[in-house]
């Protein structure tokens, strides 16, 4: 069945640490997006990409970076990790169109130590 | 920039009613698409139901439906016959219609128990 995976689904690290987050795709969508869900904040986009060769920032990108290695994967990466990095991150996905509507992944709760 | 609230942070409702969540929401454009996603204890962020800004017509899925006022600014959705698995966090969205608007801004979200 056509999905988006992440992975980890769960991880714990320390202040300072370097942490990445895969994302894959099987629904064949050009566009893939990292969101940062926080209590009582909703969802903030971090960042998104058209295509392989094409990375936008979002409102939150300080301390983050991607890359698009395929255009069935998108990973995020803290490059050096904070408390106030701690969070649910969600990959999606969509197709150009109208509504251009975005299928989430399942989320990996990140805990910074 | 545009804002989206949900001024309802919990909502509560007995098995088989009707709730409606609210939302309302600021923008300076005419065109534009809202959303409402429901996220279940699962994590999974699931679209329930679109509206495009230039429709009238209150969009509907099955037990869910919106009423949209597009002067008001104002997005709710209404639940029929509420059941068990519609407890869940509730988020409303709002993506601009302009050509290469990609970021969905999300309310902080509102979160549904349905007593049995």
């Known amino acids: 069945d056509a999905d988006v995976t992440q992975t980890p689904r769960n991880r714990i690290t320390k202040t300072g640490k370097r942490i990445m987050l895969e994302c894959s795709q099987t629904?064949?969508?050009?566009?893939m997006y990292w969101y940062r869900q926080d209590p009582g904040l909703g969802l903030r986009l971090i960042y998104y990409s058209f295509d392989v060769k094409d990375i936008n920032k979002g409102e939150i990108s300080d301390g983050y970076s991607v890359s698009r290695q395929a255009q069935a994967k998108f990973s995020l990466s803290l490059e050096s990790a904070i408390p106030n990095q701690t969070a649910l991150y969600f990959c999606?996905?969509?197709?150009?169109?109208?509504?251009?509507?975005?299928?989430f992944g399942p989320g990996t709760r990140l805990t910074v130590l | 920039a545009q804002t989206v609230t949900q001024s309802q942070p919990e909502m509560s409702v007995q098995e088989a009613e009707t709730v409606t969540l609210s939302c309302t929401y600021d923008?300076?454009?005419?065109?534009?698409?809202l959303f409402w996603y429901k996220q279940p204890p699962s994590r999974q962020m699931i679209l329930v139901i679109r509206?495009?800004?230039?429709?009238?017509q209150n969009a509907t899925e099955n037990r869910f439906s919106v009423n949209f006022q597009k002067a008001a600014k104002s997005f709710s959705l209404k639940i029929s016959d509420s059941q068990l698995g519609d407890a869940a966090m509730y988020f409303c969205a709002y993506r601009s219609a302009s050509p290469g608007a990609q970021k969905l801004v999300f309310g902080q979200g509102t979160r549904l128990t349905i007593n049995p």
């Open positions: 629904k064949g969508h050009d566009r």
């Open positions: 509206q495009e800004a230039y429709k009238q």
């Open positions: 999606a996905t969509s197709v150009r169109g109208p509504y251009n509507e975005q299928f």
């Open positions: 923008t300076s454009e005419s065109d534009y698409y």
